[in-house]
């Protein structure tokens, strides 16, 4: 998922008249939220591995699926399990239910598709209402300069505002973290994201209480020259469901990444056991 030091100050040369005002955060941050949606739509011609790790209790578990962008919908299909490649019936059946997949999704009438394609656009449109009130749910400060996996970036960090009123009900949970985003300079796309839960809130569908402690990570790279794309996302949960309090952390890592081709077959054992394993 996210004492001070001062903005960062550029000083001027000698034939410059006067100082060069530091960049504003919140512009730096309103901006970045206003130009992901390139990004959205070309991430829809990647296909991928994610690597889902989990540690619970000293116990530590991986699954490993390869995501494909299918005719506007996402299809997830297991390749490994505790980086292990599937024995050959396993992923004999997780073939067939790709192929069936594919066969299925390419017969949708163009009708039905478009209707379809329309409903994921107003589920995206919704997602960017949430996306829309960060500028204003925080406080925020430029700490300084980074340069993360090559690229120049500004270090942001947020603050809740205490008079934020959210309009999006999932906005409600924003005032319940605080953190720090690194912004790169020429895509303003958020690099990496560290924040840290500050006062409970419920979260999920299973209306998991979060307790302060909890710690999100999440980190992009770029793929290709052309698009940013998730590499890692953390978090080391402490939270509640019902009377169960569960305490661990889970981790998802991205690896792979190439352009889909609808005849792509399961990846290979190498492929599957190379995914990152951090």
């Not at 598709?113 to 500028?135: G, L, M, N, S, Y």
Request: aromatic residues 10%.
């Amino acid at each position: 998922m996210r004492s001070w030091l001062a903005a960062l100050a550029v000083l001027p040369c000698a034939a410059a008249p006067a100082a060069l005002s530091p960049p504003d955060a919140r512009e730096i941050v309103r901006r970045s939220v206003d130009l992901d949606q390139y990004n959205w739509k070309k991430a829809r011609e990647y296909t991928y591995l994610v690597r889902e790790q989990q540690r619970e209790g000293g116990k530590t578990t991986s699954k490993t699926f390869e995501v494909t962008n299918l005719y506007g919908r996402e299809f997830r299909r297991l390749v490994a399990r505790d980086d292990q490649p599937l024995p050959a019936p396993a992923a004999a059946k997780e073939q067939q239910r790709y192929d069936k997949a594919v066969a299925a999704r390419a017969g949708i009438p163009e009708e039905k598709r478009a209707r379809q394609a329309a409903q994921a656009e107003a589920a995206r449109e919704k997602d960017r209402a949430f996306a829309r009130e960060i500028p204003d749910a925080y406080h925020f400060q430029l700490l300084g300069e980074d340069k993360v996996d090559g690229h120049d970036s500004w270090i942001v960090s947020a603050t809740p505002r205490p008079d934020f009123q959210p309009k999006d009900s999932r906005a409600k949970a924003l005032p319940k973290l605080r953190g720090k985003i690194w912004i790169e300079k020429n895509d303003y796309e958020w690099v990496k994201v560290e924040g840290e839960v500050v006062s409970p809130f419920k979260w999920g569908l299973f209306i998991a209480s979060l307790n302060p402690g909890t710690n999100l990570r999440f980190v992009q790279t770029m793929v290709n020259d052309e698009i940013w794309m998730p590499k890692t996302m953390t978090i080391r949960l402490d939270a509640r469901l019902l009377f169960k309090k569960f305490d661990g952390e889970y981790e998802n890592s991205f690896s792979n990444y190439r352009k889909f081709q609808t005849e792509s077959k399961v990846v290979s054992s190498s492929e599957a056991s190379s995914a990152p394993s951090n």
